[in-house]
Every structure is written in structure tokens, then in C-alpha cells.
């Protein structure tokens, strides 16, 4: 089974800040990555699949990447509207398994 | 638009069988496969299964023994069983879409959630 472990678990961080997120997979998922954002007692909204391509309708503030094991959400410009949770999803295994998520906080 | 809302009973108690209903509407359900997702109360998210309108369905291994869907196309519906539930399956299900028409895509489309609580 398929393990996706996200670093750092919190972050805190200031409206304008570069943000990076990490996601690391136990095995390699080749690009069948996605980022998605969740609010707080709202659904997960996508932003990125194939590891790097941005869902229509999301900010290019908003970027990832990587191959294999290792991938990473950026944030060029921390908004606002932008402090929430963020989860990876490798959806290329039976269990489409999801990280723990990390929380950008101020 | 394409609009997914969970229908459930809120309460089910332990050892009994969790059913819920996803109605999807603005889209056919014959061109992509639609899944279930559940989140415990502060905890992160857990795939449980999809199915697809041809009735294709799989399950996370973890839940393969206890979860069973179904679909109904005329009705724009898909339904989740799972079984002999424990405190464990409290959590906000979602139901949600498929990107695109094949297996391997993430999801692109959610419902609201609704949160199912296990107790006596």
C-alpha cells in the first residue's frame, strides 16, 4: 500500500510569503498526483493534477511538481483567501491515498 | 454545473449498515466514474471506493469487505453500503467525480458532505 507522508504538518505564514508544501510518496506514483485545498467545513477543492497542471479556474499563484516520489505545492504570493488545509492524493493505487494534510496558518 | 448532494441518515448505531445516496445533477453519469470519500472530525481524507455507469465498481482494500455501491443512470443516482459499522466510521462522507472518464484521475467535483455519527 501505497504511503503519502506531507511536510511540515503546520506552517505559518504571512499574507505575501512563499509557501512550499512537500509530499513524499513510499513508492514511486510517476505524476498521478493531485493537490487539492480544503476550508475549514468545506469539501476539498482540486487545484493541481498530473503533479504540475493547474485545474481551470485556479490561481497561478498556485504551482506543482515533481516526479516519482517526491512532488511540492508553491504558493508564490500567500493570499488571504488562501490559509487552509492542503492534501496530496496519489490516485493511481487502490487506495487513492491521500497525505495528512498541512495547515497554513497565520 | 455539475452539482453533487449526500443524503444520509446522520445517525446509524453500531453493528448496524451506513446507506447513502449521492443525487448528481447538470451532467450524465455514463461518462465518468463517481466515488466516496470520508473524513473523520479532524482527521485527514480516506478514498472508499468508486463506480462507474457501467457498474464497474472497486474499494480501498482497507474497506473492501464492508462497502458495496451501486448506480442508477435514469435516476442520477449512486449509493454507498457499508456494514457493521463501529464508532471508527464516524466522519463527513463526500460523494465526488472523477475528473475525467478514466480510473486513474483525482476529484474534480464534490458534494457538500454529510456527517454520519456512530452511536448508540
Known amino acids: 500500500d501505497i504511503q503519502m507522508t506531507q511536510s511540515p504538518s503546520t506552517l505559518s505564514a504571512s499574507v505575501g510569503d512563499r509557501v512550499t508544501i512537500t509530499c513524499r510518496a513510499s513508492?514511486?506514483?510517476?505524476?498521478?498526483l493531485a493537490w487539492y485545498q480544503q476550508k475549514s467545513g468545506k469539501a476539498p477543492r482540486l487545484l493541481i493534477y498530473?503533479?504540475?497542471t493547474l485545474e481551470s479556474g485556479v490561481p497561478s499563484r498556485f504551482s506543482g511538481s515533481g516526479f516519482g516520489t517526491e512532488f511540492t505545492l508553491t504558493i508564490s504570493s500567500l493570499q488571504p483567501d488562501d490559509f487552509a488545509t492542503y492534501y496530496c492524493?496519489?490516485?493511481?493505487?487502490?487506495?487513492?491515498?491521500f497525505g495528512q494534510g498541512t495547515k497554513v496558518d497565520i | 454545473q455539475v452539482l453533487l448532494q449526500e443524503s444520509g441518515p446522520g445517525l446509524v448505531k453500531p453493528s448496524d449498515t451506513l446507506s447513502l445516496t449521492c443525487y448528481v445533477s447538470?451532467?450524465?453519469?455514463?461518462?465518468?466514474?463517481w466515488g466516496w470519500i470520508r473524513q473523520p472530525p479532524g482527521e485527514g481524507l480516506e478514498f472508499i471506493g468508486y463506480?462507474?455507469?457501467?457498474?464497474?465498481?472497486d474499494y480501498n482494500p482497507s474497506l473492501k469487505s464492508r462497502a458495496t455501491m451501486s448506480i442508477d443512470t435514469s435516476k442520477s443516482q449512486f449509493s454507498l453500503r457499508l456494514i457493521s459499522v463501529t464508532a471508527a466510521d464516524t466522519a463527513v462522507y463526500y460523494c465526488?467525480?472523477?475528473?475525467?472518464?478514466?480510473?486513474?484521475?483525482?476529484?474534480?467535483?464534490w458534494g457538500q458532505g454529510t456527517l454520519i455519527t456512530v452511536s448508540s
Open positions: 465526488a467525480r472523477f475528473r475525467q472518464g478514466e480510473y486513474y484521475n483525482p476529484f474534480d467535483n
Open positions: 498530473k503533479a504540475s
Open positions: 513508492q514511486s506514483v510517476q505524476t498521478y
Open positions: 447538470g451532467v450524465s453519469m455514463t461518462t465518468h466514474p
Open positions: 492524493q496519489n490516485y493511481n493505487s487502490d487506495s487513492r491515498t
Open positions: 463506480i462507474h455507469g457501467n457498474g464497474r465498481a
